[in-house]
């Protein structure tokens, strides 16, 4: 019994402690857990020992659209739950801050189809709703360019030239030659392009291969005629067979010169218009006229016989070779095929299928460019900046037939027009505005590679064509920017928001220096102004102008120019970003050889160095000017050109405009200067310039209808070697000078080492071979190509300058002025990046905050911007 | 009197088609000054064939009077506002340019008559002289120079109005009193003006009737001068006065250069010179074409209205 009594016991007490033991140890974990939750929903639950666990980590608050979200503060238990743990997200309303730049623009764009823009004004819309494969910006440290991938992915284009290039059939489809072995294969043939996958359109559709193929179907499409198809048809970018494609069918008149594989019973003699031997400058007659001798063949003048009578269009005989060599001859050119320089053929463009021009896909995001000849790397990156795409559903429903003409309404309205850039359009008013927004959709604000960039929320752009309406607008805080005229730099012209760019065009006089021509305008209008075609006339007209005064009063900020190229030109950039033509010593040497200042500098002349010459060139010279007057006036009677009395009235073709106020300005500065230029020679007080409007000034001088012209070159400013063929190729394009300057004849003699000897040698040519091998790559077989071309593009545009057919007086700069509200990347100006655009740009205000501001300067913000 | 307006509406539409082929022959002669990029110059020339604008003059002129006949076509933009209806570019200018001529004549044609009907009833008075030498002056400077005057004061420095017009969808409409407000400084503008022009008119023939013998006599029968001033003098004055009213409110779809550049009114005085210098034929011929239209027409109404002001005129009448 007391066995059992202690038995009992002893299970009783076991039983206590296992009840004690129950109550005391926690609780199960598996029942209670650590809950997450937001807005009520459940998003994780753990229990103590996974939470507690090593490598355990929070989970996110789920993000939710204006607001930032974090958990309750809240403790982990170290040792027991003795119920569940809810930890609730707590969101706070984000302050959403706008940031709109709002600025102006003088007129509506026309359209905003990237396939058929124009003008500066056509680009606009899409300089922000599109993008690139690859775009330029700056660097981090904003102080030079740097490339961007963007609609491809990083570094995604590849050079596949050598895997295809040795299968005929593949080249022969795209019409090219075939090379033997991969080694042989010229890089940039065949590029490969590797898309960005996240890039779509505004409505959220992935842009695919499929609608680059689709839109440069488009693009080339020969019933569209689409203006800019030219990007993919000419030049360093041109896409295998795309010309083909794009001219498909049609067929054009074309010089036989250029079809060397057209048979004699293919071309047609016709000596009645311009022709290829005389540089396709003037008719033959103007040359027979001239040259009449030269056309006599054995006593028979081979003109009259071809172009006398009434049939003018000849099949080529051997009697038609015999004598049109015969009269090349007579002019020193014994290539036995130059009578196929006086005749023409029928070229009619292949019917092509777009499936044989140069471009295709492998699979959604992969894409091929076959190019008609190999493309640089670097024009490759540049060709990149700017695509094709056009959003076919919209394209297509828009287009109609409109006088045989296929066209498309695409981009003329926000229906009519989809983004895949940075912004969207989301507002067009015809001539009062146009609204872009932040593009949701863009890749760029969630790929990480773009943080800090776009700030710019919304884009406001009024359209308001009066300068001085825009300007209060400026001055009262609601626009960003201001371009500024002559008169506004009174008042701006030190202001800290002040920012200058330099453009690269130069505004000169451009004359018609033809006699003939010159006396037919006398005829006619009975204005004096044949002594134009007096050299020292012009020159004189050049040292007369006072460049300084006329830049600083007579424009907003323009800069005085001697030369053609300006210094935005670079010959090199890829390799040297500070390669400015203008800063090379030949350059510099060429204009001081303009003003007689080539011997000035050196150790005990003038000037100690180069530079210091260089920038000590004026191009006024008040004396000079008035010797030079004289002397054209004395040459000018004596040759009878002039009766010495009369005054001299020169029309100068201002614009297609109306003269504006400003141009008004500039006349009166400029007979200013040419008055004081004549004081006391024989044309003193005889001079008068009368600007004036013309729709077509430069035909108009070129043809020798006008006598003089004020107009501006420039653009292509990477391409100096390329640019100077407007001035001295007609076959590129015509030259506006062309009435008394046939740059296809007139010869210029430079002398370089051109073959590497260690000699130079002196080598005449024309202006226009000379120009035509600068665009080449005749030089490019030389040890240091660019030293050659920059040789020769000085001494070429020496000769242009020393003929005085122009006279340079303004190099472009555009002045404008920023608000406080904004803050550019860099106020130095990069070349290709700018100052970082709408990339870079950041507010020193919000909207909100900018309408405080205004409120607090009484809504007048010119104190503070003078 | 159907027969006389018959008889109008034929010649109206004789010299309307005699204006048209003058104008038409005249723009075809400008030819555009190409690209001076050959290729891009060559692509403009291909358009332009393929336009039809290398066929002759005749030809064209032909179909494109065909196109408008038949097909009520007057043409496609193929510059300015790229590939649409020239009837839709016209139409869609035509709201501010009509709404801010016609709010600036609702306000100037009271405002001129009335103090017109004042100067003419105190002429030769002191109050006379002073209004006749603001008029004067009014009459004598440029819309322009008002237009650019009272938007410096009430724009500018005093901010009390919209520099420029309001755009329409931050206006809330054409009939909004944003819209209203924001075009109040090109309504001052153009106002000024045309009460100076109303008021001189007014006062010029409120004069003349004025003196006539038919005052005295209605002077001599008892009535004063309020009475047969009203009654008398006003009625015949009107004659003059309201056809002038009639045209004015005809010609407010003409619009105005320069002040709408200077507002930034997107209205069609501008669209006459844009089509002109892009050489947009087809606009231009459309623009011109109107406003030939409103300018033909304007005369037939004015010529009616003097039956309808004054019973003893009768047109048509042997």
């Given amino acids: ?571 090199d950039i890829e390799n040297d970003p500070e390669s400015r033509y203008r800063n090379t010593d030949v350059a510099k040497l060429a204009i001081l050889k303009l003003y007689n200042m080539e011997n000035d500098y050196g150790a005990g002349k003038t000037y100690a160095t180069l530079d210091e010459a260089y920038n000590a060139v004026t191009g006024f010279d008040i004396e000079q000017a008035r010797e030079l007057f004289t002397s054209a006036y004395n040459i000018a009677v004596e040759s009878q050109i002039y009766n010495g009395t009369d005054d001299i009235n020169i029309q100068v073709l201002y614009s297609k405009a109306t003269v504006s106020a400003a141009g008004y300005l500039q006349q009166d500065m400029m007979q200013k200067y040419l008055d004081e230029a004549t004081v006391g020679t024989p044309l003193e007080g005889k001079i008068t310039l009368n600007y004036t409007n013309h729709n077509d000034r430069y035909g108009a001088v070129g043809e020798g209808d006008a006598e003089c012209g004020w107009g501006a070159w420039g653009g292509a400013y990477l391409y100096p070697f390329r640019m100077v063929s407007c001035y001295a190729d007609p076959d590129y394009t015509d030259i506006h000078e062309r009435s008394g300057f046939n740059a296809a004849v007139e010869t210029v003699t430079i002398s370089y080492d051109f073959n590497g000897d260690g000699e130079a040698e002196d080598v005449t040519k024309t202006y226009q071979i000379w120009a035509k091998e600068l665009r080449g790559t005749t030089y490019d077989k030389l040890e240091n190509p660019n030293e050659c071309k920059l040789y020769v593009l000085s001494a070429l545009e020496y000769a242009l300058l020393d003929r005085c057919c122009m006279i340079p007086v303004l190099s472009d700069v555009s002045v404008s002025m920023y608000s406080a509200k904004v803050k550019y990347a860099t106020l130095d100006y990069v070349a290709l990046a700018g100052y970082g655009g709408i990339r870079y740009m950041t507010y020193n205000y919000d909207d909100e905050a900018w309408d405080a501001f205004l409120e607090e300067n009484n809504n007048n913000l010119k104190p503070i911007y003078v | 009197m159907v027969k006389y307006v018959i008889k109008r509406i034929l010649l109206m539409l004789m010299i309307f088609f005699i204006i048209m082929f003058i104008v038409f022959m005249l723009i075809k002669q400008l030819e555009p000054e190409y690209s001076m990029d050959k290729t891009m110059a060559d692509i403009e020339k291909a358009r332009r064939e393929a336009m039809g604008y290398d066929k002759p003059l005749l030809v064209q002129f032909g179909i494109y009077v065909k196109n408008i006949v038949t097909k009520w076509d007057w043409g496609t933009s193929f510059k300015m506002r790229k590939y649409y209806g020239v009837v839709d570019v016209i139409a869609e200018r035509l709201p501010p340019t009509i709404l801010i001529n016609f709010y600036s004549l609702i306000l100037s044609i009271p405002l001129g008559i009335g103090v017109g009907i004042y100067a003419a009833l105190k002429k030769n008075k002191w109050q006379d002289h002073v209004l006749s030498t603001v008029i004067m002056i009014a009459i004598s400077v440029p819309s322009y120079v008002y237009a650019f005057l009272v938007q410096y004061l009430f724009g500018y420095r005093w901010q009390l109005l919209p520099l420029t017009m309001a755009p329409l969808s931050e206006a809330g409409g054409w009939f909004s009193w944003t819209m209203f407000k924001s075009m109040l400084l090109p309504i001052m503008s153009l106002s000024f003006g045309t009460i100076a022009g109303m008021m001189r008119f007014t006062r010029a023939e409120l004069t003349e009737v004025l003196t006539s013998e038919f005052m005295l006599l209605a002077r001599t029968k008892g009535l004063t001068k309020a009475q047969a001033t009203v009654r008398h003098a006003l009625n015949n004055a009107m004659v003059p006065i309201l056809p002038s009213i009639i045209s004015s409110f005809v010609g407010i779809i003409g619009g105005s250069l320069i002040i709408e550049q200077i507002f930034s009114v997107p209205g069609v005085g501008p669209v006459y010179i844009q089509s002109i210098n892009l050489l947009d034929y087809n606009v231009f011929m459309g623009v011109s074409m109107f406003y030939t239209f409103i300018g033909l027409a304007t005369t037939i109404v004015v010529d009616l209205s003097y039956g309808f002001i004054d019973p003893r005129i009768r047109m048509g009448a042997r």
């Fill in chain 1, 1 to 571: 019994m007391r066995k059992f009594k202690t038995f009992a016991m002893v299970l009783v007490l076991v039983l206590a402690c296992v009840l004690v033991l129950t109550a005391c140890t926690p609780e199960d974990q598996s029942n209670f857990k650590i809950v997450f939750k937001a807005d009520g929903n459940t998003i994780a639950s753990y229990t103590l020992a996974q939470v507690l666990a090593e490598g355990w980590t929070e989970p996110t608050v789920p993000a939710k659209d204006g607001y930032t979200g974090e958990w309750a503060a809240y403790e982990i238990p170290t040792d027991d739950l003795t119920a569940d743990l809810v930890i609730n997200a707590v969101y706070t309303a984000v302050e959403v801050k706008s940031y709109t730049y709002r600025t102006y623009m003088a007129s509506s764009p026309d359209t905003w189809n990237n396939h058929i823009w124009e003008t500066n004004a056509d680009s606009y819309i899409f300089g922000y709703t599109e993008i690139g494969w690859i775009d330029i910006s700056l660097n981090s440290t904003y102080d030079a360019y740097e490339w961007k991938y963007e609609m491809m992915v990083e570094n995604g284009y590849e050079d596949v030239s050598a895997n295809y290039m040795t299968d005929p059939a593949f080249a022969e489809k795209y019409g090219l030659t075939a090379y033997e072995t991969a080694e042989e294969v010229p890089a940039g043939y065949v590029m490969k392009v590797q898309l960005n996958p996240n890039a779509c359109w505004e409505d959220g559709t992935k842009i695919t291969t499929k609608d680059y193929l689709d839109s440069m179907e488009d693009l080339l499409d020969p019933a569209m005629l689409n203006y800019r198809a030219n990007s993919y048809t000419e030049g360093e970018g041109e896409i295998a067979n795309a010309a083909n494609r794009f001219n498909s069918g049609s067929t054009v008149v074309e010089d036989a010169a250029a079809h060397t594989d057209y048979a004699d019973a293919d071309i047609w003699l016709d000596v009645t218009g311009y022709s290829v031997f005389f540089g396709a400058s003037y008719p033959v007659s103007t040359y027979y006229g001239a040259y009449t001798s030269m056309f006599i063949v054995d006593g028979v003048d081979i003109f009259q016989k071809y172009a006398g009578g009434e049939q003018t269009v000849w099949q080529i005989t051997e009697e038609v070779i015999a004598d049109w060599n015969a009269v090349s001859a007579n002019f020193g050119d014994d290539n036995p095929l130059a009578y196929r320089e006086y005749c023409f053929c029928n070229f009619t463009y292949p019917e092509t299928p777009f499936d044989d021009v140069g471009i295709f896909a492998e699979g959604d995001y992969t894409l091929y460019i076959v190019y008609a000849k190999p493309i640089t790397d670097y024009n490759f990156k540049i060709h990149a900046g700017s695509l094709w795409l056009v959003k076919q559903d919209i394209y297509d429903s828009t287009k109609r037939e409109e006088g045989g003409l296929v066209v498309t309404n695409y981009g003329t309205s926000v229906a009519d027009y989809m983004s895949y850039g940075p912004y969207k359009l989301v507002e067009y008013q015809e001539e009062k505005i146009i609204k872009m927004e932040k593009n949701e959709k863009w890749y760029g604000y969630t790929d990480g590679k773009h943080v800090g960039q776009f700030q710019t929320t919304a884009i406001r752009t009024e359209i308001i064509p009066e300068q001085k309406t825009a300007l209060q607008m400026f001055e009262i805080g609601e626009l960003d920017d201001i371009a500024l005229t002559a008169t506004d730099m009174d008042t701006y012209r030190y202001s800290k928001y002040l920012l200058k760019t330099d453009d690269t065009y130069t505004y000169r006089f451009f004359f018609n220096t033809d006699l003939e021509s010159l006396q037919a305008i006398e005829t006619e209008t009975q204005r004096h102004v044949a002594i134009i075609s007096v050299t020292e006339f012009r020159k004189a007209w050049s040292m007369a102008i006072n460049r300084a005064d006329f830049a600083l009063n007579g424009t907003a900020g323009m800069k005085p120019a001697f030369s053609l190229l300006n210094t935005m030109y670079y010959y």
